[in-house]
């Protein structure tokens, strides 16, 4: 197998990330409950993308990229953290992104055109012919581009968060669990294959926040990390564990999502987005009461940023 050290990686965020307990929250729910701070990666308003963004931009920069497109939905953080990045690398960000979701200049669009980023929005149900006009106006520009998908979520991309699990495992503290967002599958993909590689008594969950198959589509991008690490580890994809946290669906918030947004802010003072964290931490609240979790166990939240969504969407 590849060290991870043999891949290029460029430095984007301040790493290691803290994890502490949240002391309030586990009196709540009878468990031990941690959270690390990916919230905190230290550009933009932080988030999990950055992990990612850390190999994806340095592959573009090694293949000479001048132009860096990518797409998500109109509030996507991930397109914000990207433009942010290749600000601050000198590569040209141009967001091709989903007419779904709030449109208005708030939350991330704000941050977007703080940074002067060339946004456009087509109106499709698919990503594929977002990806089809990122080829027509990078072959149009006459330079050099780079395509990253939505989310960031490749095998490439992957890897921060097979990193992230080394990262965890060097700061102390064994879990049972570790619950995070599912988005688009890369977040959990790489939690998942580095739990399996490097830290095997932790179960990974992912709560899914859309209504995508994740059952495929996670252990497709574990199975893409494992050919760039040049591993021949197997992947089943019943050992990849997910719960449902979309509530009525993506970007729409939930009754769930919103009380765990209030019971964060009320008992730790930290604040979840409605898209991703509020969401998937209602999923853990949900599985506490449910008596998933042993009085003695310890679970780590990944608290993986989305504050600009937060002052986007309305949370009743
Ligand atoms: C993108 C995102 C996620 C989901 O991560 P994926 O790797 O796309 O599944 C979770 N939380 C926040 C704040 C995000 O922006």
Redesign the pocket.
């Known amino acids: 197998m590849k060290s991870l050290d043999s891949f290029k990686r460029i430095k984007l965020g301040t790493l290691p990330t803290p994890i502490h307990r949240l002391d309030n929250i586990s009196r709540i729910c009878g468990t031990n409950v941690w959270i690390k701070r990916d919230?905190l990666t230290g550009i933009g308003l932080g988030?999990?993308?950055v992990r990612?963004l850390e190999f994806l931009l340095a592959d573009a920069k090694e293949q000479g990229a001048e132009i860096v497109f990518t797409t998500?939905q109109a509030q996507?953080?991930?397109a914000m953290?990207t433009a942010a990045c290749c600000r601050r690398l000198g590569m040209e960000p141009i967001l091709i992104l989903k007419k779904r979701g709030v449109m208005g200049k708030k939350g991330n669009l704000l941050l977007e055109s703080l940074m002067d980023t060339d946004v456009r929005f087509m109106d499709v149900p698919t990503y594929d012919s977002i990806y089809e006009e990122m080829d027509r106006v990078g072959k149009a520009s006459g330079k050099k581009y780079y395509k990253i998908p939505?989310?960031?979520?490749n095998g490439l991309?992957?890897l921060g968060?097979v990193d992230c699990i080394n990262e965890i495992s060097k700061q102390g503290q064994a879990f049972d669990y570790i619950v995070?967002?599912?988005?688009?599958?890369?977040?959990?993909?790489?939690l998942s294959l580095g739990a399996k590689l490097f830290m095997p008594e932790t179960t990974v969950i992912?709560a899914k926040?859309d209504t995508d198959p994740f059952e495929q589509i996670t252990p497709e991008i574990m199975r893409e990390a494992c050919k760039l690490l040049e591993t021949d580890t197997k992947i089943n994809d019943d050992e990849v564990y997910h719960v449902d946290a979309a509530g009525p669906g993506y970007a729409i918030p939930s009754e769930e999502g919103n009380e765990a947004i209030k019971i964060m802010a009320h008992n730790e003072g930290l604040f979840l987005?409605p898209?991703?964290?509020g969401k998937?931490f209602g999923a853990l609240l949900k599985m506490a009461r449910e008596g998933r979790f042993k009085p003695d166990d310890n679970v780590l939240f990944?608290y993986?940023?989305?504050a600009g969504?937060l002052f986007a969407i309305d949370v009743e």
């Open positions: 919230d988030g999990n993308k990612k998500g996507s953080n991930h953290l939505c989310g960031g979520s991309g992957a968060y995070c967002p599912e988005g688009s599958g890369g977040t959990h993909a790489g992912g926040v987005d898209v991703y964290t998937a990944i993986s940023g989305g969504g």
